[in-house]
């Protein structure tokens, strides 16, 4: 197997006395496509604060294409992971094509001017996400879904092997969930995305790391990772988890609506 392009070895975080992160461990290969899973407050984006260096954290390695991440600058850190946070940065008063163009920002001097280069790259960019119509729109005046497709057309041209998604299709309706993780697939980087649904998370993702309590409880295949005992334990739901109709090879989990799961065990739904 080829060397990972990120190494975590035993990670933790606290704040003060309390434990966010405990002791987190895993690898992520090139090109693999890695869910990142676990209830509200399992510590999720604290995690990929931690990667991107905006958290301070204990770690016996941290390590990137086998270089220490502590070694680098903020802008070598931005060469090599493009971050997409939840919650979007205004950017008042700014052009869609202004706020993909800050993708340059990381391969640049302040004093370089934009080359021809450059503005193809921008335009390639926004016309790969679907956003080159509304190059001259205001970018707050976009939906949830444009302002995300925007978001990765600017990490598509800070051009770096990996990419960092917090939750990239919360406010997303399910047609745009679907196409944008088939967008962000189609680039084929390296990826990290935090995903709420694990039916999208099964279907898109090579691999599962599942948090619980900032603990990594469960990594591997969508298959290992999902099961039925597992999604009751972690996400005190009841599910059945089976084949997807369409992919054998893939699952599909079906929630029981009851009224009150956490005391329901699966075994106990009516199939
Ligand atoms: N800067 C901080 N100061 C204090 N507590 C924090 C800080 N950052 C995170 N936490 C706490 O750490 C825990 C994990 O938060 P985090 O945002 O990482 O969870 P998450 O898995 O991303 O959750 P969600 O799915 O709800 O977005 C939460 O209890 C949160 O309140």
């Known amino acids: 197997m080829a ?59 941290l390590l990137f294409e086998n270089q220490s991440l502590s070694s680098l600058s903020v802008k070598q850190r931005a060469q090599r992971m493009a971050v997409i946070h939840q919650e979007h940065t205004p950017h008042m008063g700014m052009l869609v094509k202004q706020v993909v163009a800050l993708g340059l920002m990381p391969n640049k001097s302040w004093l370089d001017w934009p080359s021809p280069s450059d503005k193809r790259k921008v335009d390639n960019a ?19 879904g444009e302002k995300q497709r925007v978001m990765l057309a600017q990490a598509l041209v800070q051009d770096t092997p990996f990419l ?31 995903i709420h649904d694990l039916n999208l998370a099964a279907a898109f993702c090579d691999e599962l790391l599942l948090l619980d309590h900032g603990q990594l409880v469960a990594k591997g295949t969508p298959k290992e990772v999902l099961t039925e005992d597992r999604i009751s334990q972690v996400f005190q739901a009841c599910a059945i988890v089976d084949s997807y109709p369409l992919d054998e090879n893939q699952i599909r989990i079906t929630y029981a609506f009851h009224e009150s799961p956490r005391n329901l065990k699966h075994h106990e739904i009516k199939r």
Not at 126 to 144: N, T
């Open 3 to 61: 060397s990972p392009l990120l190494s975590v070895k035993n990670l933790s975080w606290r704040i003060q006395t309390r434990s966010i992160l405990d002791d987190i461990s895993f690898d992520i290969q090139p090109h693999q496509f890695v869910g990142l899973l676990g209830p509200n407050g399992a510590g999720k984006s604290s995690l990929m604060r931690c990667l991107f260096g905006l958290y301070e954290c204990d770690y016996s390695a």
């Open 126 to 144: 926004m016309e790969i996400m679907d956003v080159l119509p509304l190059a001259k729109q205001e970018y707050v005046s976009l939906s949830g």
């Open 164 to 194: 960092i998604l917090d939750e990239p299709t919360n406010h997303l309706d399910v047609h745009y969930q679907i196409d944008l993780l088939h967008r962000v697939k189609r680039l084929n980087k390296t990826v990290l995305a935090s």
